[in-house]
């Protein structure tokens, strides 16, 4: 692989070492590499992946859009379904933009709100990531930083926010649970907090919801958490597999996107009709009883894990919500980007190396959250049974 792929692979976390090579097929939960070898899939495409591998009903809706055409160069019926769906379920969404990629409706969230303002900096939260573009991420190993107008402060920690927060930033962007850092939840009152800050200063509050979106509820995270933003931006579920975002926001801000605003947006495969296709299948299905199962098949595995944690005395923790969780091996409470970082990464790379023997995929770094579907309802014995098996040998 390192011979043809530039730096050895297309994913920056995944390595030879660590994942299965050459996955050659997928269905259900399931991964299975070249030489036939089976493997309980717990990343699930990123977290995108929340029915499956090969989801029959996502199956048949893209087929169908096949023979009608895959891109039009013009507005679809379907997008139009589609926008309004997401504006019927999302609570801030009264407005829509279709794009491509997480990256991409990040970038334009951010650019979109700083037309609004007028205003040059944003506030990021450490640890979070939204995509690979030049304007949000820390480092994109270049000489010089590129995304020198961000400001960052740690999640959970209002006092910072505050203190940093001026009538020179446009936005306050970050992740209403934390997904690219493990899975870390916001304390009692936080993301109100921040949504208080956010008005008093003329801030625009842009929830990254790209993970978080229709897998915490039909409404995303906003929803569960009752906090609504002004811009929100959705991926991963939406397409079910297949790639496409959006961003949603109040007029106000969105009516900034041209041809109407002054602010660029555009894209080849925006709002592409077999990504659209997908999507309209995906949604219907949120509300449904195989989502309900899985939550709470969910919320049964992750207490079974940490009751047999507590039980033994290990220095270990499971963090989560809903479909998603993390294995960390500390015991102190993990409320930040600063608190895990400080956990010595060693011990989880061992214990996933240990799971792939035992045929379980975990997310292959454990700043990644780890990602359960209706697929794995009926499997979540033998997936915790190994899981605690490994947890024992590995602490």
Not at 83 to 89: F, N, R, V, Y
């Amino acid at each position: 692989m390192e011979n043809i792929f530039a730096g050895g692979s297309n994913s920056p976390i995944i390595y030879p070492s660590m994942f299965p090579k050459k996955i050659l097929r997928a269905n259900g939960p399931y991964l299975f590499d070249k030489s036939g070898k089976r493997f309980v899939d717990l990343w699930m495409g990123y977290g995108a992946l929340l029915f499956g591998h090969a989801d029959e009903v996502l199956n048949k809706a893209i087929n169908r859009q096949l023979k009608r055409g895959t891109l039009y160069s013009s507005e679809s019926v379907l997008e139009h379904q589609l926008a309004q769906k997401l504006i019927k379920s999302i609570p801030c969404a009264k407005k829509v933009k279709l794009a491509t990629t997480g990256s991409e409706a990040t970038m334009y969230a951010v650019r979109v709100s700083r037309g609004y303002t007028n205003r040059e900096r944003i506030i990021d939260i450490s640890g979070n990531y939204h995509g690979g573009n030049d304007v949000l991420m820390p480092s994109v190993g270049v000489p010089k930083k590129i995304s020198s107008f961000i400001d960052y402060v740690e999640f959970n920690d209002l006092s910072s926010l505050e203190s940093k927060l001026n009538d020179n930033h446009a936005a306050v962007i970050l992740e209403p649970v934390m997904t690219n850092c493990g899975c870390i939840l916001p304390k009692k009152g936080y993301l109100r907090s921040v949504k208080r800050l956010c008005k008093k200063n003329g801030s625009v509050l842009i929830f990254d919801e790209v993970v978080t979106g229709f897998r915490l509820s039909p409404g995303g995270a906003q929803q569960l958490f009752g906090v609504t933003p002004d811009i929100s931006t959705f991926s991963k579920v939406l397409g079910g597999g297949l790639p496409i975002s959006a961003i949603v926001g109040s007029k106000k801000i969105m009516d900034c996107f041209e041809p109407k605003g002054k602010v660029f947006f555009g894209g080849t495969f925006h709002a592409n009709p077999l990504s659209v296709s997908a999507s309209l299948s995906v949604l219907p299905r949120l509300k449904g009883k195989d989502v309900y199962r899985l939550n709470c098949a969910a919320d049964n595995f992750r207490r079974d894990l940490n009751d047999f944690i507590v039980d033994k005395n290990l220095p270990v923790q499971t963090t989560g919500i809903k479909s998603m969780f993390s294995i960390w091996f500390e015991k102190s409470e993990i409320t930040s980007a600063h608190q895990a970082k400080k956990i010595n990464p060693n011990k989880y790379k061992n214990f996933i190396q240990s799971l792939i023997s035992k045929g379980i995929c975990f997310s292959p770094s454990q700043f990644e959250t780890c990602f359960l579907s209706t697929a794995h309802t009926n499997i979540m014995e033998e997936i915790s049974a190994k899981i605690k098996s490994t947890i024992l040998t590995n602490h």
